[in-house]
């Protein structure tokens, strides 16, 4: 029997490359940058599963490209580049990958936060363009981590993975969400706290949501303004849940201290970005993941997703698992 034909759209980590190799036929695109779209459309239509990026967007158009497209496996724990009620509603799987990149994104989330802090990038720069002349008492000083207040934005397993390291460090970690955790919160010793208290009270706030319409340019002007004049703002999350022109103002007028990005809107983030400009502005090419062993299961993951899929088995991670009470194309 013909093996099932397949096209990933990056060069992904040899594990997940490995488990594909013998049981389908495999493209995988060479380019460092994504496929364009009418490669996507093209290949959509030649295969019957495809191996996706978060920089590849799957819409319903590419959906109907064809019928028989039969599974989708995002090598992500995020998914806001496909339409998912589209999927569902024309019966596709879609796989993601989480729950192995937690710790990973946790770690950098709080490098980011203490880099920040402590002005790791602004003493780098400092030190190469030879500025260094001697012992400075006020030089490149920074708040304190340990004993500040944390406050969350967003207290699923990567937030929560954050207030362990917070706690490690004293700090006192304010969180919110649409789901309160009153199960977690004396075991992980955090406090629930509405938005504006979060934002008054907070000296670092990390971002750890999705992206949705609720989330979309969440922080924005108003949220800044009520921000402490020294706060960091962390984000790991997605771009678009801050409003870039708003982070810029409110940088640059001194109405917060710093932010640390790894992820901006749009990204890449374009050189001219007045972000770049500013000294309190860390920013890092969407590398919160990006540790060797993440990388490797995260294609474990997503090749076990393709070959489940490709079977009419279920998806181990299924981000959409309701097409499975609906019926899933054939
Ligand atoms: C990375 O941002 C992911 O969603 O996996």
Known sequence: MAKPRVFVTRIIPDE????LRDQVEMQ???DELPPPRAVMLREARANDGLVTLLTDKIDAELMDANPRLLVVSNHAVGFDNIDIPAATARGLPIGNTPGVLTDTTADFAFTLLMSSARRISEAVDYVRAGKWKTWGPKLLTGPDVHG???GLIGFGRIGQGMAKRASGFGMRVLYYDVYRREDLEKSMGVTYADLDSLYRESDFISIHT???????RMINARAFAQMKRTAIVINTARGPIVDPNALYDA???GTIGGAALDVTDPEPLPLSSPLYSLPNCLIVPHIAIASVATRAKMSEMAAANLLAGL??????TCVNPEVYERGVRK
């Open 148 to 150: 500040a207040t944390l």
């Open 311 to 316: 079977r009419g088995e279920k998806l181990p």
């Open 16 to 19: 997940g490359l490995a488990m």
């Open 251 to 253: 940088l640059q007028s």
């Open 210 to 216: 999705d992206l949705n319409d609720s989330t979309r």
């Open 28 to 30: 995988v695109w060479q």
